[in-house]
């Protein structure tokens, strides 16, 4: 099949993989195909994320459409998963040739996709750049800042990120605080979340119940996953839980703690839709969660986060909104109606710009990106011999095979 450029037209394709990612780019993916005259989109799903309710439904209920490209490169270690990503995205990109790439987040499929891009010698924008959680422990910390160093336009939604980026030596020209992606999807779903009654369809009182998620390897992946599992039975006979279980957790939990799944007041459910989890949080008293994006959106919604972490890389849900860090400290969750409380009786603010309209931002400051063409010929102008291997290979400037 031949794909001709149409015209002047920027080509944006997206990268996706978890579920994390989806949310960020629907609202970007919907502000591309409005100005539709200006900008081509292609959007390539890696599947790091592969199951339905963890992957398909958001790309249904987010009306993001089906990827151009699937890579299908599924589960595997940190090393073969970002390796698959790799080797899978090099020709699509060879194929597409698009003006900039666009990366979200700070998942492996984030960073397997920078670095193929910037070694084929296109231009990397990263959403949700400049945040740093110093613990490199952490594979996304690893991920941000080498996402980061590599991407040429840098989008962030909070003002301390920008100081991370200036701090490792990153051009103030390519630093863009829009706001807040993830939010600009909650705000245009807000009707859809609280028209679905869901605290009620599970049979759960408005501000009564706490809604849990837990995931990180940190906690799941070792003995702090039996202190988490005793200290929720313990509180589930006081206040009702309930607690979209992710696949890793729930592999974990069935070597761990078997019977927790009998435990009265504790519901666990499979990993459920986007619409249904914010309808889940709006309702709550209260989240736990050791989980990034859900400290974002319960500051939005005004809702008591407890962050079973011991740092975040989003201190502006703490400092100006309802985010508690607990530390890695799960005994603590036997705590959480006295720490609601207190979350509750703080003031809290929603941060600047996390106002429905980063995407519309984003997409101004795409349409003055160079072009593909214009970086080749400024590269090729102040560096001729560091060319060779640097670009795709020449393709007619006017189509692209695929
Ligand atoms: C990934 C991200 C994490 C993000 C999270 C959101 C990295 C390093 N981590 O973690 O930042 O917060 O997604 O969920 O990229 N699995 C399934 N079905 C799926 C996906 C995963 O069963 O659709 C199971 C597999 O057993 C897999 C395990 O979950 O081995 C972990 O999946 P993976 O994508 O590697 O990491 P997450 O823990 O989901």
């Known amino acids: 099949m031949i794909r001709t450029r149409m015209g002047d037209k920027r080509k944006i394709l997206s990268v996706v993989g978890t579920r994390p990612n989806f949310m960020k780019v629907a609202p970007i993916v919907s502000a591309l195909e409005r100005r539709g005259e200006e900008f081509e989109h292609v959007l390539v799903h890696t599947g790091q994320h592969y199951d339905a309710g963890m992957s398909e439904i958001f790309l249904d209920e987010l009306g993001v459409g089906e990827p151009e490209h699937r890579l299908n490169v599924g589960s595997g270690t940190h090393a073969r998963q970002t390796a698959a ?24 499929s984030t960073l397997a996709a920078s670095l193929v891009a910037v070694k084929l010698g296109l231009a990397v924008a990263h959403v949700e750049a ?73 049979g759960l009182k408005v501000g009564e119940y706490l809604v849990v998620t837990l995931h990180r390897p940190a906690l799941v992946d070792g003995p702090l996953l039996r202190v988490a599992a ?17 696949p890793r957790t729930r592999a974990r939990l069935a070597v761990e703690d078997p019977t927790l799944v009998d435990a009265p007041g504790l519901a666990m459910l499979e990993p459920i839709g986007y619409l249904e989890f914010l309808a889940l949080i709006a309702g709550a008293a209260g989240v736990l969660t050791d989980s990034g994006g859900i400290q974002e959106e319960t500051t939005f919604l005004g809702v008591p986060c407890l962050t ?27 705590d959480a109606p006295e720490l609601l409380a207190a979350v509750r009786a703080r003031s809290h603010q929603v941060p600047p710009l996390w106002d429905g309209h980063a995407a519309e931002r ?28 640097a670009q795709p290979p020449a393709a007619a400037s006017s189509s692209v095979a695929i």
């Open 308 to 334: 079973l972490r011991d740092n975040t890389e989003r201190p502006i849900t703490q400092s100006m909104g309802t985010n508690l860090l607990l530390g890695l400290a799960p005994a603590r969750i036997r």
């Open 130 to 202: 400049g945040l740093r959680s110093f613990d490199r422990t952490m594979p996304e910390e690893i991920n941000r800042v080498m996402t980061d160093a590599v991407s040429e336009t840098l989008f962030t939604h909070s003002p301390e990120a920008r100081e991370h980026l200036l701090a490792e030596g990153r051009d103030e020209q390519q630093i863009h605080y829009v706001g807040n992606t993830m939010i600009d999807t909650l705000v245009r779903m807000r009707e859809r979340i609280d028209a679905l009654n869901a605290p009620a369809r599970h």
């Open 85 to 108: 990503v790799m080797e899978r995205l090099e020709p699509v990109l060879l194929a597409e040739r698009p003006d900039v790439v666009l990366v979200p987040g700070d998942v492996n």
């Open 230 to 246: 005793d200290a929720l039975r313990a509180l589930a006979g006081q206040m009702p839980i309930v607690f979209p279980v992710h």
């Open 362 to 389: 984003i997409v101004d400051v795409l349409a003055k990106s160079e072009t593909r063409r214009a970086i080749s010929a400024r590269r090729a102008v102040s560096a001729p011999t560091a060319a060779v291997g």
